[in-house]
């Protein structure tokens, strides 16, 4: 059961009023953007476009004794070879908050869009702008397969926030009895989103047949870190796979999500997938160890810092782009100069630097200097090394 058009969520943050008249953001605003198609018709897919916006990156008015603030989103779907264009959307999304304190602004905003597309390659492109302040906007365009998901076959995996049986059909969110709110931020772990639920639909199974569910999670390295299987018997032809995963435990990094079909005798039938990202504070990096965690990948940043590095690897990262090692040049001490590294990921915004320097000599490494938009930046960071 599919929703057309445009539908919204968002989660009121209810506290006290501040006195302020308005709130501007330092950091960049950021765009958090997902997808997933499913089987529609004989010459159509489903498209769902999910959408996040994180709250304390939005600029606000205070207005009726509420902070108000508006996002024009303008989405684009064209085909690839051709440029006929499909989908020409523009919309306003209202938002209001009660309160602009830290706590409340830990929420993130999210919406999602439907429509049903034939089959076919198309170019997305989606621009998000912070309408109180034009200047501050993001984008993403990204390739997009519509597929007929012939035979037995699996849709587009969903990675989501909470999946919940439910009755209520006018939620913005419905579809097959449950309410599946999507995590456009594909960010999980132990600060925000705990426990990871996927949803993905099963086409064209024999009824009552026996098979098997298979999950997969792959690191950064192609290597795999949980692994589980399970017996499924279907009362229908098309049926619906929600899973959850617990993220707590995994490290800091990105992971690749595999959910796979396999027969009674062990054929593989279907497969889906999709990377998302953890962010575990609490846990050590692997082979980061001997260095602050202030020095390991991602735990400098908070959960809603993630999103600008996030959003775009999942869709341009190559296969051979996933296996790679990012590099770590590792400076000791010498008479003049203080013992610091330099963190390069070639595959965030074209590649980043991050410079942690070890300024007390007991391995205690601090951000001194990055490239990454948004983040600490000193030029003249060499000097700290003295």
């Not at 609490?282 to 082979?287: G, K």
């Amino acid at each position: 059961m599919k929703h057309f058009g445009w539908v919204w969520f968002f989660w009121l943050i209810l506290a006290e009023c501040m006195t302020g008249q308005s709130v501007t953001p330092t950091a960049s605003f950021v765009l958090n953007f997902d997808y997933a198609g499913f089987r529609h018709t004989e010459h159509a897919g489903y498209l769902e476009l999910y959408y996040g916006f994180y709250a304390r990156l939005i600029t606000y008015e205070f207005r009726d004794n509420r902070y108000a603030a508006w996002i024009k989103l303008t989405t684009r779907l064209k085909r690839k070879e051709t440029g006929e264009v499909l989908i020409n959307q523009d919309a306003l999304l209202p938002l209001s908050a009660a309160d602009t304190t830290e706590a409340s602004f830990r929420y993130t905003y999210v919406s999602q869009a439907g429509y049903s597309v034939p089959h076919g390659e198309y170019i997305l492109t989606v621009l998000a702008e912070d309408s109180l302040s034009p200047n501050r906007r993001d984008s993403i365009a990204l390739p997009v397969s519509v597929s007929s998901f012939s035979g037995t076959n699996m849709s587009d995996l969903e990675l989501c926030s909470s999946i919940k049986e439910s009755e209520d059909r006018t939620d913005a969110f419905y579809k097959n009895s449950m309410i599946v709110v999507p995590n456009p931020t594909v960010v999980f772990g132990v600060t925000a989103n705990p426990v990871l639920f996927s949803y993905a639909e099963v086409y064209d199974v024999e009824k009552d047949s026996v098979y098997s569910i298979k999950i997969s999670i792959t690191d950064s390295r192609n290597k795999v870190v949980k692994e589980s299987s399970k017996p499924r018997s279907y009362k229908v032809r098309n049926a619906v796979e929600v899973n959850t995963l617990n993220c707590t435990s995994l490290p800091s990094g990105r992971y690749r999500y595999y959910l796979i079909l396999v027969s009674s005798g062990g054929k593989e039938l279907a497969k889906t997938s999709k990377t998302f990202f953890v962010y575990n504070p609490h846990l050590e990096v692997p082979q980061a160890s001997s260095i602050s965690m202030k020095a390991s990948e991602l735990a400098g940043f908070s959960a809603d810092e993630l999103a600008d590095e996030f959003r775009k690897a999942q869709y341009v990262a190559t296969d051979q782009e996933i296996r790679e090692q990012d590099e770590i040049e590792r400076n000791p001490s010498s008479q003049e100069l203080k013992p610091y590294e330099v963190w390069r990921y070639f595959s965030i915004e074209n590649g980043v630097e991050f410079v942690f320097v070890d300024r007390s000599g007991f391995t205690d490494y601090v951000l001194v200097h990055s490239t990454k938009r948004g983040e600490l930046r000193d030029d003249s960071w060499q000097r700290s090394l003295r």
